[in-house]
């Protein structure tokens, strides 16, 4: 883990400029606000786990690079699997809005990346000297947020089909309409995959072998291919 001068520098700079968070501020602004907010900056190996237990601080985090996944663990152990991130995506609006939940978030690195984590205080507790740059990320901020929910929506959808099969297919058409094409990789393993559409493995195995075989999907591990878009539900 390092400071904010690990973040400042002529390669990550060139990040931060296009990210959605710093979107709008100028160089100066990003190094200024970085040293008033002194985040935690982290380095990744793939596989390399962060977490955030209840009642910890609160954290505003970004992807910097590489891709995560954010998971949620219950009392019991289960992981449930709520988002998976690329590089320049936003992880800390799903913790901001949550921190009053008592759970534990766990955020796990797919491949090597960079996460930087800010202390939500340097943007809600207005500061003079900063404010401007503050109302600039906040305005960001709820950007994100905007698609956070409709993340969120998408998956309340998928979980709301009365069977695996509708469940699977609704989610194919999401994936499909985000990557504009009807041949994608989706971000999850079989595994995450079921316990994001809240099915059992096994069912999830069955449903996908038999719209195979029917012609309706194909597939290759995380590689799918819509063969006919007529059982999409609109």
Do not use: W
Not at 20 to 35: H, K, M, P, Q
Not at 57 to 67: A, C, I, M, N
Not at 165 to 177: A, G, N, V, W
Not at 188 to 199: G, H, N
Request: hydrophobic share 40%.
């Amino acid at each position: 883990m390092g400071n904010y001068t690990d973040l400042l520098t002529p390669e990550n700079m060139e990040i931060l400029r296009n990210h959605l968070f710093f979107s709008g501020l100028s160089d100066e602004e990003i190094t200024s606000f970085a040293a008033y907010a002194s985040p935690e900056v982290f380095e990744l190996d793939p596989g390399q786990k962060i977490s955030i237990e209840p009642g910890y601080k609160r954290k505003l985090g970004v992807v910097l690079r590489g891709s995560v996944k954010v998971y949620t663990i219950d009392y019991d152990g289960n992981k449930t699997i709520i988002n998976a991130i690329q590089g320049h995506g936003s992880i800390g609006t799903m913790q901001f809005m949550m921190e009053y939940y008592n759970m534990l978030f766990e955020i796990v690195a797919d491949t090597a990346g960079v996460i930087v984590t800010f202390d939500p205080g340097c943007l809600l507790i207005a500061d003079e000297s900063v404010a401007l740059i503050q109302h600039k990320i906040l305005v960001n901020v709820m950007a994100s947020q905007r698609q956070l929910f409709i993340s969120l929506s998408e998956h309340l959808v998928c979980l709301s089909q009365k069977n695996i099969r509708d469940k699977i297919m609704r989610f194919l058409k999401i994936c499909s309409e985000a990557e504009r094409s009807y041949e994608f990789d989706i971000r999850f393993s079989r595994e995450e995959l079921a316990a994001y559409l809240a099915v059992d493995r096994a069912s999830l195995s069955r449903s996908l072998g038999e719209l195979k075989r029917k012609g309706i999907i194909d597939y290759q591990k995380n590689h799918f291919r819509i063969l006919t878009t007529r059982h999409f539900k609109y």
